[in-house]
């Protein structure tokens, strides 16, 4: 059979991560040829180009967290953007198109059902975003990040698969008991608040400084102040505004600080993590809290609001990691138990069963 699949989504890594893990299992298992169709932005041709896969941009918006006004104009370019998408899935012609969530999903789904083309979405979060609330009514099947708790979807089409990551978070990774290895990091662009707690607790953990390592993704905007914190403090760290070696790190890591992206707890769970975990508070409809009490209300995770997140939190819960290594390790138990590492050959096989 010749395949030929789209994936649609994008604009953050963590609409496209889980995109090209699904893409790598279609090339993988069925020989299909994937092509991505995504916002415009630097961060995901840079993805995209890393990992091989033929993209092309498809003109969307945002329309939740926006303006009254720019919600009206968003609005108001629905009809050209998905007389657009629908004019590149002519020209792809493709048997299958996959949402992966992220407003570039939404016109080239609603082109999809427009042109019979059988339509699958992925929902990476607890609480659905509004692209997929759209489409879930044309979609055929809908796999789900989290069990859906609160009825959002149809029974009938919605299957639990987990978050599909990349193989590299699968890897044996080994780690030695000491130093106790601290990452902290925000997603993509950093996050400034974790980064000034962090650099808020290095003086309240100076006795134990000789016990401690730390792996930071700062952003691009506090790379150099948190990287001469650490060193005027005299901590050992490696500092990067962004690294692709995140499993690599996250695998050296004895506790993780960091948001609740899905493809973050999907990439904790895999490896077996223990997390502090701080929710973005402003993400659409709270829903990395959702994400992250699915985490600790398992025993994987501790969740700590983004206000009460201090520099003193952070040293108290590192001092009592470091002295209790029996709690730390059920932690990690636990969070390995939520793994769902078939979740990409789960999705592809769902969707083959559509054809």
């Known amino acids: 059979m010749d395949l030929r699949v789209v994936i649609a989504g994008g604009g953050t890594g963590g609409h496209l991560f889980p995109g090209i893990a699904i ?3 279609f090339s993988a298992s069925q020989g299909a040829a994937v092509t991505f169709l995504t916002s415009p932005k630097a961060v995901t041709a840079r993805i995209l180009e890393r990992y091989g896969f033929p993209w092309e941009v498809i003109a969307s918006r945002a329309l939740k967290g926006q303006g009254l006004l720019s919600r009206v ?10 007389r657009e998408a629908k004019a590149r899935l ?3 012609a493709p048997q299958l198109v996959l ?28 609480i659905p975003g509004v692209a997929n609330r759209w489409l879930a009514k044309m979609a055929r099947r809908i796999f789900l990040s989290f069990p859906d ?3 959002s979807y149809p029974q009938e089409k919605a299957v639990w698969t987990g978050n599909p990551i990349r193989p590299e978070f699968f890897g044996s990774q080994q780690r030695p008991a000491l130093p106790f290895t601290v990452l902290i990091m925000g997603g993509s662009q950093g996050a400034h608040s974790l980064n000034l707690a962090a650099l808020e607790a290095l003086p309240l953990l100076a006795e134990l400084k000789e016990h401690l390592n730390f792996l930071h993704i700062t952003g691009k905007e506090d790379r150099e102040e948190v990287a001469a914190g650490y060193g005027q403090a005299g901590f050992a760290a ?6 692709p070696e995140v499993p690599a790190w996250m695998g050296r890591s004895h506790l993780a600080v960091c ?3 899905a493809s973050s707890l999907a990439e904790l769970t895999a490896l077996g993590r223990a997390a502090l975990l701080v929710p973005f508070p402003f993400a659409a409809n709270n829903h990395q809290e959702f994400n992250a009490r699915f985490l600790a209300d398992a025993g994987a995770a501790e969740l700590i609001l983004n206000k009460d997140f201090t520099g ?3 040293a108290d819960k590192i001092k009592y990691f470091l002295g209790h290594p029996d709690t730390l390790k059920a932690m990690e138990a636990a969070s390995r138990s939520l793994a769902k590492p078939d979740a990409a050959k789960e999705i592809v096989q769902g969707c083959m069963e559509l054809l």
Not at 73 to 82: A, D, N, Y
Not at 100 to 125: D, F, K, R, T, W
């Open 23 to 25: 893409a790598q299992e």
């Open 73 to 82: 104009r968003t609005l108001c370019s629905l009809p050209g953007s998905v």
């Open 90 to 92: 002519r020209a792809l």
């Open 99 to 126: 949402g992966m969530g992220g407003y570039a999903s939404g016109p080239v789904g609603v082109a999809a059902y427009l042109l019979g083309i059988p339509l699958a979405i992925h929902e990476q979060n607890a």
């Open 149 to 151: 708790a609160s009825g």
């Open 238 to 243: 490696e500092v990067a505004d962004f690294t």
């Open 259 to 261: 948001r609740a992206g």
């Open 312 to 314: 003193e939190v952070l």
